[in-house]
């Protein structure tokens, strides 16, 4: 819905003044009111009535349109105590990938003995708004969804909290910072290509494909092994079409080396950090510790879900 013209001024008032971050309680200086467009026809009507009423001398005319009038009055009322002493906090919000939503959760107190209804929150870039009812003394926690389409820190932009009941002849709002962000991991490369051959080993040697002295198992293909692994013989033997892949034992092969100078120089940096991200969901998965080396910053080889949050970390604030 298109703002109204005074609520544009509104909005360019509030942003000449510093805005509140954090909790924020709604009072009559922070909370607006005025007319919504069915309020505004509304008003129309009445002056309608009115002039009526004066040029034709209708006593019921006139008792009709002040009692209008009134209701309309009361409305406005109830509107501004539906936002009044609302206490607004800032919640949290879990990191994402580049595309997909990011879910801020806001918390809504009502300390006071009446009931809210319809308060709706909105931000800019959400498709719709969300709506809570409040029962006296009740918390109520609101998910906003806002798209994401770049990697690194995403600020909460402002939230509308704003009401039109209980008639919808008024609009009554306050405008709210929460301060919250969140990290947005890159997108990983897709399709996935598969997770390099370069290991750390002892003394910091490195080595591809260590630890690969004696065949263990034979095993079907699977997408991202090594072509060298692929075991030609035993394929001859059975006369299969199946491709198999070798398992070698006997030896440590050392920890994965995800290095972001070791890829081809064509690619872009966006592209690399979009592989390395890749990757370290592939070594997540694969049960192995693995180092990332990013140009300026080196993190050693680790695993486990902290060892992945700090590597996509450091991925998503890189400044390529």
């Not at 806001?106 to 003995?113: F, K, S, V, W």
């Not at 301060?179 to 290991?199: D, H, I, K, M, S």
């Not at 079907?220 to 394929?235: E, L, V």
């Amino acid at each position: 819905m298109t703002a109204l013209p005074l609520e544009r001024l509104s909005r360019w008032v509030a942003d000449r003044r510093r805005t509140r971050r954090g909790e924020l309680r709604l009072t009559h200086r922070n909370v607006y009111v005025l007319p919504s467009r069915p309020g505004m026809l509304y008003a129309l009507v009445l002056l309608t009535m009115l002039v009526a009423s004066i040029n034709y001398a209708l006593s019921l005319g006139f008792m009709l349109t002040f009692l209008l009038g009134a209701v309309a009055v009361v409305a406005m009322l109830h509107a501004f105590r539906n936002l009044a002493s609302l206490v607004l906090r800032p919640g949290r919000a879990e990191p994402v990938f580049a595309g997909q939503p990011a879910e801020f959760s806001l918390q809504l107190a009502n300390p006071g003995r009446g009931e809210r209804f319809a308060i709706r929150l909105a931000s800019a870039g959400m498709l719709r708004h969300e709506i809570a009812d409040l029962t006296p003394g009740a918390e109520q926690t609101v998910r906003i969804a806002v798209p994401t389409v770049r990697r690194g820190w995403l600020e909460l932009p402002r939230v509308s909290v704003w009401t039109t009941w209980p008639l919808g002849l008024w609009r009554a709002w306050a405008w709210w910072h929460p301060g919250l962000r969140v990290l947005v991991y890159p997108a990983p490369e897709t399709p996935a290509a598969p997770l390099p051959e370069t290991f750390t080993l002892a003394g910091d040697a490195r080595g591809s494909a260590g630890g690969e002295e004696d065949v263990a198992a034979i095993r079907p293909y699977r997408p991202g092994d090594s072509p060298r692994r692929i075991a030609w013989k035993a394929m001859a033997r059975t006369a299969s079409d199946e491709l198999l892949t070798k398992e070698f034992g006997g030896g440590d092969r050392g920890d994965l080396r995800l290095d972001w100078h070791a890829l081809p120089a064509q690619m872009d940096p966006e592209a690399r950090i979009s592989r390395l991200t890749r990757w370290v969901l592939d070594a997540d998965t694969s049960a192995t510790r693995w180092a990332l080396v990013l140009p300026g910053r080196s993190i050693d080889a680790d695993a486990g879900p902290e060892h992945r949050a700090r590597c996509l970390e450091a991925l998503a604030v890189l400044e390529a």
